[in-house]
């Protein structure tokens, strides 16, 4: 396996990786291992990809940044200046985001189980969309904004029942799913007319969201067909028009040379193409199309950074290299076995002559980051580079076994910047209370 490089990534003449123009070999120098390191231009190219392929179709759209796929201030601000909007599920991410100066009509609120307080602080803060995921929210939801005299534009998320052939962990589009409004039972027109009799919510549009890690536009057609078919209900039985479609997000990315997704541009063509051709072909008012890409935006952006420790050669068996890191900054391969690649970034030039697995050290035996992986031989010290663990991976990272998540460092042009602190061995225990 060659190292897979993007964006501005590159092994120089030493055959040490560069990022942005930075040598992984300082990065981790300076900052530390393991490290989170983004290639920001490419951040913006992604984002760029997207949102200017609306732009130059002319149509009316928004693209909304999924910020579970990596959240913090620094991204939020980041892809403010680019014209995103962001997609929050928690408090937490709502609070991130309005603190990182976010304007809240940008902030579109999601999740299947929205609390009472998190709905009212949605409302208080002024957020421009809540999607509705199920009747105990919208109830809530209808009290809140009818106590505050306040109009509240939302959404309502449905399951139009489309298998985007993805993991069944992260597959959410079908009718199997805890997410949204189940469109055969009837429950996203009892959903309709239960939002219609308040007066304070505003019915923008209908959402659904088929899954992750898709790499063609199939499911996305077939989604906009079914979406277009319970539009036209709607306005049929109620004379209801939408403002907004939204497709949700899932667009590909390259983990391994296995993975073929499409160019952002592709997607956001092929999708237009495809409602405006459902709408002309049902006389149907084309709606503003709204896309909530997440890992697309930071997948591939995003570095891992290890140092090679230990190493145990078992003849005949396997070869298993530890690096300083492991499941608790990148759950993804225990979790969902997803596969990565991976180099030394400090000798990326060196013949690869062992086959080994790398693993972490947390006291799990699935604890492994990549199997089967081809390097040159790894010596203590050595440094890891991973790549495409962008988005996923410090945003689903935690202190198993109390270690410290990593540091994230933003590099372009030659320029680094700290954008999340490392943790710090007194932050491990900063909410333990002694024993009276
Ligand atoms: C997770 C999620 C996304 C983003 O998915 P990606 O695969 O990261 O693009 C978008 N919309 C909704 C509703 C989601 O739950």
């Known amino acids: 396996m060659k190292p897979l490089l993007f964006g501005t990534s590159k092994i120089n003449d030493q055959g040490i990786l560069e990022i942005g123009g930075v040598q992984a070999t300082d990065l981790a120098k300076d900052f530390g291992t393991p490290l989170f390191v983004y290639d920001t231009a490419l951040i913006k190219k992604q984002a760029q990809g997207f949102k200017q392929t609306f732009e130059e179709l002319g149509v009316k759209h928004r693209v909304i940044y999924a910020s579970k796929a990596f959240t913090s201030k620094a991204i939020y ?15 937490g991410e709502l609070h991130t985001a309005l603190v990182s100066g976010v304007n809240p009509d940008m902030i579109e609120f999601h999740g299947n189980n929205k609390s009472y307080s998190e709905l009212l602080t949605a409302v208080e803060e002024k957020v421009g ?17 009818k106590e505050k005299k306040q109009i509240q ?21 079908q009718e199997d799913s805890k997410f949204g409004f189940d469109v055969k039972s009837g429950q996203a027109a009892n959903a309709f007319e239960k939002v219609q009799e308040s007066q304070y919510l505003h019915l923008s549009g209908i959402h659904c969201h088929i899954g992750s890690q898709i790499f063609d536009t199939t499911g996305f057609s077939f989604a906009t067909e079914k979406m277009l078919e319970i539009l036209m209900d709607w306005q049929k039985k109620y004379d209801y028009v939408a403002e907004i479609l939204n497709l949700g997000g899932g667009f590909g990315v390259t983990y391994t040379s296995e993975d073929h997704p499409l160019p952002a541009k592709d997607y956001v063509k092929q999708m237009v193409e495809k409602v405006k051709e459902e709408c002309d072909r049902l006389d149907y008012p084309l709606p503003e199309v ?29 070869n298993f290299v530890a690096v300083d890191g492991g499941m608790g900054d990148n759950i993804r391969p225990a979790l969902y076995g997803s596969k990565y690649n991976a180099f030394l970034a400090n000798r990326a030039l060196d013949e690869l002559t062992e086959i080994v697995t790398l693993v972490g050290k947390y006291c799990e035996s699935g604890d492994k980051l990549i199997e089967d992986l081809k390097l040159p031989k790894a010596k203590p010290n050595d440094l890891v580079a991973m790549t495409t663990t962008g988005a996923y991976g410090y945003s689903m990272a935690s202190n198993y076994n109390r270690n410290q998540k990593p540091a994230v460092v933003f590099v372009e042009n030659g320029k680094t910047q700290l ?8 932050d491990v225990a900063r909410f333990d209370l002694d024993l009276k």
């Open 290 to 318: 709204w896309i909530e890409p997440g890992r697309s935006i930071v997948a591939e952006a995003g570095t891992s950074l290890y140092t090679v420790g230990s190493r145990k050669d078992v003849e005949g068996v396997r």
């Open 419 to 426: 954008v999340v602190k490392r943790e710090t061995i007194e």
């Open 77 to 91: 601000q980041l892809l403010q200046k680019e014209g995103l909007g962001f997609d929050v599920v928690s408090d």
């Open 153 to 173: 534009k939302v959404m309502l998320r449905v399951t139009p029942g489309v298998d985007a052939h993805t993991h069944d962990y992260i597959l959410t589009g």
């Open 129 to 145: 969309m809540i999607v509705l995921d199920n009747f105990h929210e919208l109830e809530l939801l209808k009290a809140i904004t």
